[in-house]
Structures are given as structure tokens and as C-alpha cells.
């Protein structure tokens, strides 16, 4: 167990349609970042919370969105899901704002959009 | 923006040989960290490496940043099929490289 929870492990859902995926971070970490991990592809960085604040922004679709609460959690809404969507989200959190902190990974949350 | 490529992005090692994955960057990095990700898990934080020339050692597991802190490596010695897995890197930012898949033959 890292520390980081997400949930849920697996989703499956049909074109068109809005889910919401949620991760705590590692108790005393402020900073979250979403990433998104497609078949036997590389991490492609979505973006960056810290302390209840957008922090950085990747290669987020228009159509996702997320937020931090104020106990540091975080939810990353996707929405109008396409085939394409369907890939390995993970959560990563860190002790401050950027380096020279390592993240730590949550399991992760498996999509998949039919 | 930077971003730090990876090579090789395949290796394909027969056990007990040596394997090395390098980092690099048109951009001198302040730091860079080392990650790994079993099949089926989630990346794993190895180590990070702040310093010009800075080597560390972790087992059987070499990291180096170079002397203008713009390349990194990370060795293998003797593979085992425990070190099978992507191993990925990361500069300065919050992207990471493309990784490099490590497949290690009994």
C-alpha cells in the first residue's frame, strides 16, 4: 500500500457518458497530480493540484476537468467519454509544490469506455 | 516545453546480463528522478539525483547524472527476473519520459 487510494480500481462505461474518479493523496502531502497511462503507453501529465489550487496544467482534454477539496483529496471528472478515454488513470502526490520531492502513485483506476 | 527523452524505449536481455536505460535533456536539469513500473502495478519512486557527476548505488542498480546535468543512466548489473518493468524518468517538470520496457529472459 503507497498511502495513495484511488477509487474506484475498475470502471466501465458507455460513449458519451460522465464519471468521476477520486484520490486521496498520502497523509501530510499537499500537491496531486493526475496522470494517464493508455495501452502500454508512457504517462501523459493532466494536471497539478496543490493545496486546494490549480497548479499546472498538461495535456488535459477540454472535456476533463478536477479539483482538490479542502481535506486534499481530489476528483478528476472526465466527460463526453470517447473510446479513446479508455486508459489507466493514476494519481501521484508529493510533500510540496515540485521537486526535489519523488511522487508516490496510487494503483490507479482502469477505464473503459464501450 | 522540456522534456526529457528516453532511450532505448525496448530491451530485451537474457538473465544475468546488464542493462542500461539513459535520460536526456536539451536543458540543463536540477534534478532528475528514476521510477519503475512492474507490469499490471504503478510507478514506483527509485531515487532522485540533485548533484553534477552524482553517482548512486541501490543494489544492483547504477544511477548517474551527468556532468552538466543534462543526462542520466541507470545500470543494471546481472538482470534478474524481478527487474523486469518500464523504467521511467523525470526532469524538471511534472512530465516524464517515455520510459524504457525491460523484458528479461530465464
Known amino acids: 500500500d503507497s498511502g495513495v487510494t484511488q477509487t474506484p480500481k475498475h470502471l466501465i462505461t458507455a460513449t458519451g457518458q460522465r464519471v468521476t474518479l477520486r484520490c486521496s493523496p498520502r497523509?501530510?502531502?499537499?500537491?496531486v497530480y493526475w496522470y494517464q497511462q493508455s495501452l502500454d503507453q508512457g504517462l501523459q501529465f493532466l494536471i497539478q493540484?496543490?493545496?486546494?489550487?490549480?497548479?499546472a496544467k498538461g495535456n488535459i482534454l477540454e472535456r476533463f476537468s478536477a479539483q482538490q477539496f479542502p481535506d486534499l483529496h481530489s476528483e478528476l471528472n472526465l466527460s463526453s467519454l470517447e473510446l479513446g478515454d479508455s486508459a489507466l488513470y493514476f494519481c501521484?502526490?508529493?510533500?510540496?509544490?515540485?521537486?526535489?520531492?519523488?511522487?508516490?502513485f496510487g494503483s490507479g483506476t482502469r477505464l473503459t469506455v464501450v | 516545453g522540456q522534456q526529457v527523452m528516453q532511450i532505448p524505449q525496448y530491451q530485451h536481455v537474457q538473465e544475468g546480463e546488464d542493462f542500461t536505460t539513459y535520460c536526456n535533456s536539451s536543458?540543463?536539469?536540477?534534478?532528475i528522478q528514476w521510477y519503475k513500473q512492474r507490469p499490471g502495478g504503478h510507478p514506483v519512486f527509485l531515487i532522485q539525483?540533485?548533484?553534477?557527476?552524482e553517482v548512486k548505488k541501490q543494489k544492483r542498480l547504477t544511477f548517474q547524472f551527468g556532468e552538466a546535468k543534462k543526462n542520466s543512466s541507470l545500470h543494471i548489473t546481472a538482470t534478474q527476473t524481478t527487474d523486469v518493468g518500464t523504467y521511467f524518468c523525470?526532469?524538471?517538470?511534472?512530465?516524464f519520459g517515455a520510459g524504457t520496457r525491460l523484458t528479461v529472459k530465464p
Open positions: 523525470r526532469g524538471n517538470d511534472m512530465r
Open positions: 536543458t540543463t536539469l536540477s534534478n
Open positions: 493540484y496543490y493545496n486546494g489550487e490549480e497548479r
Open positions: 501521484a502526490s508529493s510533500l510540496r509544490d515540485a521537486k526535489p520531492y519523488g511522487y508516490t
Open positions: 539525483l540533485v548533484k553534477s557527476g
Open positions: 497523509s501530510g502531502d499537499l500537491s
